[in-house]
Structures are given as structure tokens and as C-alpha cells.
């Protein structure tokens, strides 16, 4: 592994700032071209890191029978259960198994871990309520229907509020807590929220509009199918970063990465640079539209690199993670760049059909449906 940080550095400014060709700088440092490219992918060394689990070669052929062993075990008591090293006697008479048992303990191990219950203790303080807002079938004078219902309980001394509404929407699930507060005659300290992409996603969004993100270095990726509304949240963020004396700028992928190949070629990709490592919070709108070459993600993958808790990045992207290759080409770029992207991070998720597609289908007099999580533009 080549380790010298200084070399490291002077390399990847070498190449993706001055755009000196890799084939001199391998030439130049005697090093292997996929030496190379591990350096253009990484800000500093990654160190070691294993592609997959080492194989258990003389276990592997037994490992049904020892889990078959261990499940037939959840039917006996306790203390008939096989030990690690009964189950290591049986497969070397019973089996002609030859490994040690030091690897049979740690696949025992690993399975009791894989498949150990989990319970989580439930406690309910005076003044937290818990918030249920979805969809149920009632009959109403005769006649089967949709509503959207809202509850509101208090676990601690069982009280609940209940009502529904003709849709589920914002609107309703907001005058659902109007009327549960004015039933119950206060404020809850705390409320829990069950089922509801309209309660999770609206705190989360108005947590961001305090920029808190921004003073904590932290990044905002919107995902989600296009026309759902991911522009205009990171624009709505930007903007309030803004009134908030941050400085910001709002860029679409294709054209910073467009910006910064022709500064590359001038010369001037140093400057640029530095005026992005000046910013509080970057916008990269429209990441995976259409894909990059393999300069263009290098470059693209450098910003983001060098913005890596230094300065908060804000990306939408109608891609999941496990697609952006198709849009950075490299399955090494994807993942260093999404490691990045997502050490600190809040993800929203943006779902639904596109406002663009429901606006048309009111022009031609179509219903249509309103949707719990669909964002409105």
C-alpha cells in the first residue's frame, strides 16, 4: 500500500488540478497504474480493506450441519443445547470433519448473533403521545368508503383522540392535532409518530430550515423519483441559508462539471476550486440525469472530496445509491464518493407521482387522488 501523504497529495493536485497525464506521472513516481488510480479515488490512503469474508474452506462443507444442529437446539431445554465443543466432537466422529475448533466456536458464535431475538423496553412518561395518521374502510350510510383517520394517544394514562377526514392530506393531518390538543386541553411534551410520511418528513425539513446542518458540516441528500419536488426544497434550503448570511451556490451537475472541464483546460481549475472551498453550502441539482465521463467524475468526485466536512453539500438525484455507477462509471468513484456523501448525512426520500403528470391531468378534467407524502409544488 503507498503511504507517503505528501506524495499522495502532490499527485492527485498534479493530475486533477494541473491535468498532467497519469502515464508521466506513473513514469515519475514508479507506480503501478492501478496504484494511480487508487490515489485519484481516495483524499488520503484507505488503508487495507477486505472485498469479502474470508472463506472458512475445511468448515464451509459442515456449516449446514452445525446450523441445522443449532436450530433443532430452540426445541430442547437450556442445558440439553449442544456446546461449541459437542458440536466440534460430533463433526469429527460423526462427520470426519478435520479443522479445529477455534473456527467452529466462532461460527457458533457469528449464528447465535445472526439470530438472537431482540426486545426493546417500552417506557411511557406522563405528557408523550403517540400520533397514528392512515387510511381505513368504513361504512357510511350504507355505503362502503376511504377515509384517512387521525389518532392521538396518551400512553401513560390511556386517554386517545380519534377523528377522521374525507383525504389524507397535510391539511388533514394538521387540523387532526388542532382538534386532539383542543380535546385534550394541552400541548404533549413529546409526540411519537406511527406510520405517517407527512409527520417524518415535515420535522425533519423544518429542523433543516434552521441551517444547523450547515454550522455541523453536514450534507442533505434528496432521492427520489423526478417531479416530486427535490428542487424545490434544496432551493427553498438554499435560500434560507442565504437570508442567514451563509454563502451558497447552486449548481446542476452538468454544468459545474461542464464549468470546471473548460477551467481545467485554461488553467484556471486551481481558482476555481478555491472559490467552491469558500462556500458554506453547495447545491448539486440533478445528479444522474445524464451520465459523466470519466473526467467529468473524476472532477465531480474531486469537489466533493475536497467539500468533505468543510463545506455542506446539498444533492438530488432521481438515482438510488446502488445506480450511480451508471452516472461516475467506476464502482471504486461510486462508493469513495458516497462515503463521503453519507458520513453525515440526512436523507429524504421524495416518493410519489410527479406534480408535472398530476398538473396534466387537471388541464384534461382528470381526478386526481391526493396522496399521503407527495410533495406539492
Not at 465531480?300 to 446539498?314: G, H, M, P, Q, W
Not at 455507477?325 to 416518493?351: M, Q
Request: charged content about 30%; glycine content about 6%; hydrophobic content about 35%.
Amino acid at each position: 500500500m503507498y503511504t507517503d501523504m505528501e506524495q499522495w497529495n502532490e499527485i492527485r493536485h498534479r493530475v486533477l488540478v494541473e491535468g498532467q497525464s497519469k502515464r508521466s506521472i506513473c513514469k515519475e513516481f514508479s507506480l503501478h497504474w492501478e496504484t494511480l488510480q487508487k490515489i485519484l479515488e481516495h483524499a488520503e490512503p484507505p488503508g487495507y480493506r477486505m472485498q469479502e469474508p474470508r472463506k472458512k474452506r475445511k468448515l464451509e462443507p459442515f456449516l449446514p450441519i452445525l446450523e441445522q444442529m443449532l436450530t433443532a437446539d430452540r426445541a430442547v431445554h437450556r442445558k440439553q443445547r449442544h456446546t461449541a465443543q459437542r458440536i466440534f466432537d460430533r463433526l469429527r466422529t460423526e462427520h470426519s470433519y478435520q479443522g479445529g475448533i477455534t473456527i467452529v466456536r466462532n461460527a457458533v458464535r457469528a449464528w447465535h448473533l445472526r439470530t438472537a431475538e431482540v426486545f426493546v423496553p417500552l417506557s411511557h412518561p406522563p405528557g408523550e403521545a403517540q400520533v397514528d395518521f392512515g387510511e381505513a374502510r368504513i361504512i357510511l350510510k350504507g355505503q362502503e368508503r376511504v377515509v384517512a383517520y387521525f389518532v392521538m394517544s396518551l400512553p401513560y394514562s390511556d386517554a386517545f383522540f380519534c377523528c377522521v377526514f374525507p383525504r389524507e392530506c397535510t391539511e388533514a393531518f394538521l387540523e387532526g392535532h388542532r382538534r386532539a390538543i383542543a380535546f385534550i386541553g394541552g400541548v404533549p411534551r413529546r409526540i411519537s409518530y406511527d406510520n405517517s410520511r407527512i409527520a417524518v418528513n415535515r420535522p425533519l425539513v423544518t429542523e433543516l430550515m434552521r441551517c444547523a446542518y450547515i454550522d455541523g458540516r453536514e450534507n442533505i441528500l434528496l432521492v427520489g423519483n423526478p417531479g416530486t419536488g427535490k428542487t424545490h426544497l434544496a432551493t427553498a434550503l438554499a435560500m434560507e441559508a442565504c437570508g442567514r448570511g451563509k454563502k451558497v451556490r447552486f449548481w446542476r451537475v452538468t454544468e459545474l462539471i461542464t464549468q470546471l472541464m473548460e477551467a481545467r483546460e485554461e488553467r484556471l481549475l486551481s481558482r476555481m476550486k478555491l472559490q467552491l472551498s469558500r462556500l458554506d453550502l453547495l447545491v448539486l441539482d440533478e445528479l444522474g440525469y445524464v451520465p459523466a465521463s470519466k473526467l467529468g467524475a473524476e472532477l465531480l468526485f474531486d469537489v466533493i472530496s475536497t467539500a468533505y466536512e468543510r463545506t455542506s453539500l446539498i444533492i438530488t438525484t432521481n438515482l438510488p445509491f446502488e445506480r450511480w455507477v451508471e452516472v461516475l462509471g467506476s464502482e471504486r468513484l461510486t462508493g469513495a464518493t458516497l462515503d463521503r456523501l453519507t458520513h453525515r448525512c440526512h436523507i429524504i426520500e421524495s416518493n410519489g407521482e410527479s406534480y408535472r403528470l398530476k398538473d396534466a391531468r387537471r388541464r384534461r378534467g382528470e381526478k386526481v387522488p391526493g396522496k399521503a407524502g407527495e410533495s406539492k409544488e
